[in-house]
């Protein structure tokens, strides 16, 4: 057991580092999580159960002085590193590293990994169904469904791993190597994070850093990404120089038509390009077109990515809290064809909303803003579209009805995160398809 009897502290008590304190005590070590948020404020099944595996937990203000000794520290994915807790630790020139490198110390399958600033869990999730059907056990994990440090220590026998990782996760990595990696597109984000758009951009590139020519790298054609070793398989939806490419709606590779859109359940160009990064994945893993089309053509969307929710009163209501930056607006409001009532708005990111100035005034008709951010969008989009600030999303959806006209589409795609309002993107938009289905239909 690589990690025995040493002394290991785990920086953050949720999800990833509840996962990455049970594998380190299933291999023998003695672990402590430390955590700076108050213990009342995290989830009480998960502390009883680090504390019934002989796991030591610190919380509260007292878990970023803690001047134990330890070999090594691993950092969860949303401990900031330069967080009072992560600097307590770091300071000491201890070894440390993130969830996702220890996961994948104790993988012996080889990894797929998907990143991108949009489109990684559908990619990730499609790539699992395709593989699964075809004969290939895997499962869609990481960044969603079940941490990689979970995933390794349940022992499980898989033909390869599938997994969605973040920009979060490859800031700490050592050693992680995808035997093929999928960058799906990039854009400003995080930016609360992150001291800049390149310092984003690097973590993200990360990815690719211990790849070799043994490995294959999975890249959008538009994109500009130095230094990759692998053997390279571009895709696009925007430009012909590319292995997969789009033309008179089939993907088309090597002059070939290998799938028809209208096969599919995606719809949007972003989708188009997260089909045709499983398809080179699955290519790269020896699949056929013929044996990837029909896994491919039953998978449908998981909520919250412009979901459609309801008509009332002939206006369509669309679910995409799951648009928590500014590109995946972009992507959201290109894809409709109908003149649009925008609700956005939520956490301060750092970033403002001014790019998205010229299609505000294309495509929509009035925005409703929420959150933070309210008063800073209304700012960027003065004089494109009339817009109100409301004062809860029931009062954003309220708003959204009462102006919404026949043939028009009520489209909630925040731009940002949802932390200053409601627990996640699910929660956002779970109260959002509520207080539309409540909504009474005209009488005829």
């Given at each position: 057991m690589r990690y025995k009897n040493q002394n290991i502290a785990?920086?953050?008590a949720g999800l990833s580092g509840s996962a990455a304190a049970l594998l380190l005590r299933s291999e023998g070590a003695h672990v402590t999580v430390l955590d700076s948020a108050e213990e009342k404020n995290l989830l009480k099944s998960t502390i009883d159960n680090l504390r019934s595996?002989?796991?030591r937990v610190i919380c509260g203000t007292v878990a970023g002085k803690d001047l134990s000794t330890y070999q090594m520290a691993v950092l969860s994915p949303g401990i900031d590193p330069a967080s009072r807790l992560a600097r307590n630790f770091s300071s000491r020139k201890l070894d440390m590293i993130g969830e996702l490198e220890l996961g994948w110390r104790s993988c012996e399958v080889p990894v797929i990994a998907v990143t991108g600033t949009n489109g990684k869990t559908t990619t990730t999730e499609l790539v699992a169904q395709m593989l699964n059907a075809c004969g290939q056990q895997t499962i869609a994990c990481g960044n969603i469904g079940k941490p990689l440090s979970e995933v390794a220590r349940e022992k499980k026998q898989f033909d390869v791993l599938t997994?969605?990782?973040?920009?979060?996760?490859l800031e700490t990595i050592q050693s992680f190597r995808p035997s093929i990696s999928l960058w799906l597109n990039f854009a400003p984000d995080h930016l609360d994070r992150y001291r800049s758009v390149a310092d984003y951009r690097a973590a993200k590139l990360r990815i690719f850093e211990n790849q070799t020519a043994d490995d294959v790298a999975i890249v959008n054609a538009v994109e500009r990404l130095p230094g990759i070793r692998a053997r390279t398989m571009t895709f696009s939806a925007y430009v012909d120089q590319a292995d997969f490419r789009l033309s008179e709606g089939a993907i088309i590779y090597q002059n070939e038509a290998v799938l028809r859109l209208s096969?599919?359940?995606l719809r949007?160009?972003?989708n188009i390009e997260n089909l045709m990064a499983t398809l080179a994945a699955g290519m790269a893993r020896g699949l056929s077109f013929q044996e990837m089309m029909p896994p491919l053509c039953t998978y449908e969307p998981r909520p919250h990515r412009c979901e459609f929710v309801r008509e009332v009163g002939g206006v369509a209501y669309v679910n995409d809290s799951k648009a928590t930056n500014l590109d995946a607006v972009e992507k959201a409001l290109r894809a409709q064809t109908k003149p649009v009532v925008l609700i956005a708005g939520g956490k301060d990111k750092g970033f403002t909303f001014d790019p998205l100035r010229p299609l505000i005034e294309e495509k929509v008709k009035s925005t409703i803003l929420i959150g933070e951010m309210a008063e800073s969008i209304r700012r960027s989009w003065s004089g494109v579209a009339s817009s109100d600030i409301a004062n809860s999303l029931a009062d954003a959806v309220e708003r959204a009805h009462a102006v919404a006209e026949p043939g028009e589409v009520v489209l909630f795609s925040p731009g940002t995160s949802s932390f200053d309002m409601f627990k996640?993107?699910?929660d956002r938009g779970d109260q959002f398809r509520a207080l539309v289905q409540a909504l009474p239909q005209p009488e005829l």
């Open positions: 785990v920086l953050g595996q002989d796991v997994v969605e990782v973040s920009s979060f996760q096969d599919t359940k949007g160009l972003h996640s993107y699910a």
